[in-house]
């Protein structure tokens, strides 16, 4: 009988010693970086070829796919049983203590930009399928550990995958929580866009307004730059502002005008209320000034019908489901300037019961009275998978026999990972229920016993599946 904390705390050193130089790449996507031997940037083909580097050096057989997509296995059989991690990572943004690409345990707990989403876990059940190996349990199927490299934007890299390789037949993506995660939300976005236009010699002008990194990330900075002779009034008032609502921020005079600084607080889009949106509260102290023509429009688009309403009640299309719960909003990105208008990026979450169509039309019975346009980017349909199929029951027998939590039981989140891809996929962990929620955010972090448990559950769980 294989104890499996004690061997997931034997790979201590060596899991941290690769996780820091996992995170010692900075993986987000930059399309401004791409050609044909990067296809993302830089930066993400570099993370896969240091997860298939791993692989090779642990024995196992390992393929790259153009430097988009590759993968690890191990085992032989007519079936595949797939663990689906992600090398990228969300922009760091500002606000963090600690170097974000340079790893640093403290207090017991790992920080760095992708320690929780999705180095650590992914890395921790890579681990997991290294300790079948080095015990020499054979699996009776096969087993691909398959690496993407673009999870948080379009899923390019694992779409190449199922264009090249078979679809496998059951699996997990340990990049969400535990228990076990057997249903997702919906996930559709939508860009609502406005002209350019406004008086150019109005008292106050919108020369530019900046909030937002992705459209799955909370904004933590707001940044707008007004052309005013009433500088000094602006000032005192955005001052008020700042200290009423809490929030930080600054203000610098200058010779045309004022530019506008305000912090909030980033977090997964999922769950915006997690969040302070700065861009949202930045467009309602501008919306209190008589801004003209498209910039108003802007303005009080964000004001009357976005600001602090996750649940889309100013939308009039508030809605829950019994199991998936509510349609949650993220605002993600707001932009405008004199040349290319108004752009605001809106991303819902959907539980069944609800569809993209109606979503759309919300949104546009509320812009067409601001002269505005909406566009449906991009569409995941709602994913579910019935508790009784082992590739949830069997998960969640583990993560109670190891974690001694008998009353856990399986969850729907807003999140999107890609367990979703399969028919029979799920997400597990590994965010613990008891460990805060930091993916998205500054000072991303995970506790080091918490890699290590997930190590252990991801160990025994890919050895109960494969048998």
């Known amino acids: 009988m294989i104890n499996w904390k004690k061997q997931a705390k034997n790979y201590k050193d060596a899991y941290l010693k690769d996780l820091k130089e996992l995170i010692a790449i900075d993986s987000e996507r930059d399309d401004n970086d791409k050609n044909k031997e990067h296809p993302l940037g830089k930066g993400p083909s570099d993370a896969l070829k240091k997860y298939l580097s791993f692989g090779e050096r642990d024995g196992f057989k390992i393929k790259n796919l153009d430097n988009l997509v590759g993968y690890i296995e191990y085992g032989e059989g007519n079936q595949t049983l797939a663990i689906l991690a992600h090398a990228d990572v969300m922009p760091a943004g500002a606000g963090w203590d600690t170097d974000p690409f340079d790893m640093t345990v ?27 190996k080095d015990n020499d349990i054979k699996p ?9 490299t673009d999870e948080e934007s379009d899923w390019t890299g694992m779409k190449h995958y199922f264009q090249l390789e078979p ?52 904004p933590r900075d707001a940044n707008a730059y007004v052309l005013t002779i009433d500088k000094d009034e602006m000032n005192a008032e955005f001052t008020n502002f700042i200290e009423d609502s809490g929030l930080d921020g600054d203000a610098e005079i ?21 969040g302070i949106n700065a861009g949202t509260y930045l467009a309602t102290f501008l919306s209190e000034y008589d801004f003209t023509a498209d910039a108003n429009n802007f303005l009080t688009f964000i004001t009357k019908y976005l600001h602090d309403d996750s649940r889309c009640s100013k939308l009039n299309m508030s809605y829950s489901s019994g199991i998936m719960g509510d349609l949650t909003m993220n605002v993600g990105i707001m932009k405008f300037d004199t040349v290319d208008g108004g752009f605001i990026n809106t991303n819902f979450r959907y539980p069944k019961g609800i ?19 909406v566009k449906n980017t991009d569409n995941m349909d709602p994913h579910y998978v019935d508790p009784s199929d082992p590739i949830v029951s069997q998960l969640i027998d583990v993560y109670r026999e190891q974690t001694g939590v008998k009353s856990a039981k399986p969850e729907v989140v807003g999140g999107g990972t890609y367990g979703r891809i399969m028919k029979r996929g ?23 016993d918490d890699l290590l448990l997930a190590m252990s559950i991801y160990a025994q769980t890919t050895t109960e599946l494969s048998k």
């Open 426 to 448: 799920v997400a597990f962990g590994a965010l613990f229920p008891w460990t805060k929620d930091t993916m998205h955010q500054a000072n991303e972090f995970q506790p080091v």
């Open 106 to 132: 403290k207090g017991g707990n790992a920080y760095g930009r992708g320690v929780s989403d999705d180095k650590g876990p992914g890395l921790a059940a890579y681990y997991g399928l290294k300790i079948m």
């Open 167 to 218: 679809e496998p037949d059951f699996g997990f993506s340990p990049d969400a929580e535990f228990p076990v995660i057997n249903g997702e939300k919906g996930n559709t976005t939508f860009e609502n866009i406005f002209g350019n236009k406004q008086d150019a010699e109005a008292d106050k002008v919108l020369n530019s307004f900046d909030s937002g990194l992705r459209e799955n990330m909370v």
């Open 254 to 274: 200058t010779e045309k005008g004022i530019r506008l600084h305000l912090i909030g607080k980033s977090a997964h889009g999922m769950e915006p209320k997690n």
């Open 140 to 148: 009776n199927c096969k087993i691909r550990f398959i690496i993407g």
């Open 355 to 373: 569809s993209v169509s109606t979503i759309g039309t919300h949104l546009e019975n509320a812009i067409d009275t601001l002269s505005g346009n």
